[in-house]
């Protein structure tokens, strides 16, 4: 079975092919980055209008891009949400309509789900079970995972997303939007002179919070003499303290579940030194640590058509009526079973 993928949750606007025994077929992407640079973050407006004018040309292109005509696909999976209203609402009227039109089923897929199962469209997977971290612009999950659709939440951000951190301390710094990668760019000139805490690392729990870091960068800012040298030194700090923070609560979550499997996707997972820390982390405790390539860790047409194909093969099928969550727990996601 063939399965379009759509995903319009927020600044970008992806369409891949996937089949269930031939793997991923085709897939493309259009970023918004330039549309919302002059803004310094996301307008959701003017997302959706982008939405709306490169949706259907890109389904097109995958399609010519794989050599195949709509009679050939048998799924439409689409993002249903978390994310952005408007943009959400593009993705899944359009994915409803041709699943009406071409009399095939349509499935609403989590954002989420389809970041922690990118891994999956490696040449060589991870295999099941594994503890997931998924680390993107608005979310901060540590997740057993059992199998597709057998998610157990153990921790989750409190405030402030690891990728919100990022993005505010970039932006305080002077930085460009999107401000993950230029904050790290910016840390690759930085020395080790200041000592950022590492926040809810002294207590129990899997939670983690990262408003207090962000305001510690803050203070720290403020009190220093602004120089290129001074913003390197505190991004490098920065980046040292949340790469760290997250290696210690991914060591806790898998000596908490006992499995030796760990699994980091999403935008903030294409950080070079968060993924050195956490290879360096999981040798230490003798786990393996798997990432999806670059192009899989940023939102992507790929993820939401595997995840689809997964739940449409199970008997899984959304009714007709155009589905969208802007807020939407992964733990109330059904199972496969």
Not at 62 to 89: F, H, K, W
Not at 108 to 123: I, K
């Amino acid at each position: 079975m063939y399965v379009l993928g759509i995903e319009t949750s927020c600044d970008e606007t992806a369409v891949a092919i996937y089949h269930a025994d031939k793997g991923l077929i085709s897939h493309t992407l259009y970023s918004q980055v330039q549309t919302h640079n002059e803004y310094g973050g996301v307008v959701p407006e003017l997302a959706s209008r982008d939405h709306i004018r490169k949706l259907t040309p890109l389904i097109k292109q995958v399609l010519a891009d794989a050599g195949l005509t709509a009679s050939a696909i048998g799924g439409i999976a689409y993002t249903a949400g978390p994310g952005l209203m408007g943009a959400l609402l593009v993705g899944a009227a359009t994915a409803r309509s041709l699943a009406w039109t071409w009399q095939v089923p349509a499935i609403a897929v989590h954002h989420m789900e389809g970041h922690l199962l990118a891994p999956m469209l490696e040449h060589e997977p991870p295999p099941f079970p594994f503890v997931a971290l998924l680390i993107s612009g608005g979310h901060t999950l540590l997740i057993e995972v059992a199998g597709v659709g057998r998610y157990r939440l153990l921790g989750e951000s409190l405030d402030d997303a690891a990728g919100e951190a990022f993005d505010k301390t970039a932006k305080l710094l002077g930085l460009d939007y999107p401000g993950g990668p230029a904050l790290a760019q910016l840390a690759a000139q930085g020395q080790a002179r200041y000592k950022f805490p590492r926040p809810m690392t002294d207590r129990p729990g899997l939670d983690f919070s990262f408003s207090g870091l962000k305001t510690f960068t803050l203070n720290t800012f403020n009190t220093s003499t602004k120089t290129h040298q001074d913003k390197a030194d505190i991004a490098f700090a920065f980046q040292q303290a949340m790469a760290e923070t997250l290696a210690i609560k991914c060591k806790r979550a898998l000596q908490q579940t006992g499995l030796d499997r760990l699994i980091v996707a999403g935008g903030v997972s294409a950080n070079q030194e968060i993924r050195r820390q956490l290879q360096q982390m999981s040798q230490k405790e003798r786990a393996s640590v798997y990432f999806p390539r670059p192009e899989f860790c940023t939102d992507n047409g790929a993820m939401i058509a595997y995840a689809g194909c997964q739940r449409l093969r199970a008997g899984q099928s959304q009714p007709l009526d155009i589905f969208a969550r802007p807020r939407w727990p992964i733990d109330e996601l059904l199972g496969l079973d």
